[in-house]
């Protein structure tokens, strides 16, 4: 997904980029991936409604860092922060969707943040199942067609 050579950002390092949000607006963001909490199998099972789908794989939180540096206010629904995934040996993990996963301690739910204003942070969170023998975890941000920003951990 990047381009050969590139080396990864470090964790908590930031990346810059401008972001359309579906309201319209085009906020400038600095984004950085802050660490990668990695759980248990059976916490795995039991973010899924089939535990037979989460066989030989475990929890990935990656908590990311936005930054509104400048641009209009994001009256409501930001979703710059869907756009982070998290990767483990070079593959996409499975999305987890609310539900079970809740919200991991200290993270934003995008869908209540209103009048997001230059110069604030938001700390937003994604759970994804990944193998549980993974040797690397990246988090990987980009927006289609856009270059990636990827942090190693």
């Not at 949000?21 to 795995?44: F, H, L, N, S, W």
């Not at 990767?87 to 943040?113: L, M, N, Q, T």
Request: glycine share 10%; net charge positive.
């Amino acid at each position: 997904m990047r381009s050969e050579g590139e080396p990864p950002l470090q964790p908590g390092q930031a990346a810059t980029r401008a972001f359309k949000e579906d309201t319209g607006v085009e906020p400038t963001y600095r984004i950085a991936a802050q660490k990668v909490d990695i759980g248990t199998a059976a916490e795995a099972k039991a973010l899924v409604s089939n535990p037979a789908d989460a066989e030989g794989k475990v929890p990935a939180v990656a908590y990311v860092k936005y930054t509104h540096l400048r641009g209009a206010t994001v009256k409501e629904y930001p979703r710059v922060g869907d756009y982070a995934e998290v990767y483990a040996d070079g593959r996409r993990g499975a999305k987890v969707i609310g539900g079970a996963a809740g919200r991991p301690k200290g993270c934003a739910d995008s869908d209540e943040i209103k009048n997001w204003r230059s110069g604030r942070s938001q700390l937003l969170c994604n759970t994804f199942l990944i193998p549980a023998r993974a040797r690397s975890v990246e988090v990987i941000w980009t927006e289609i067609g856009g270059k990636p920003f990827v942090w190693r951990f």
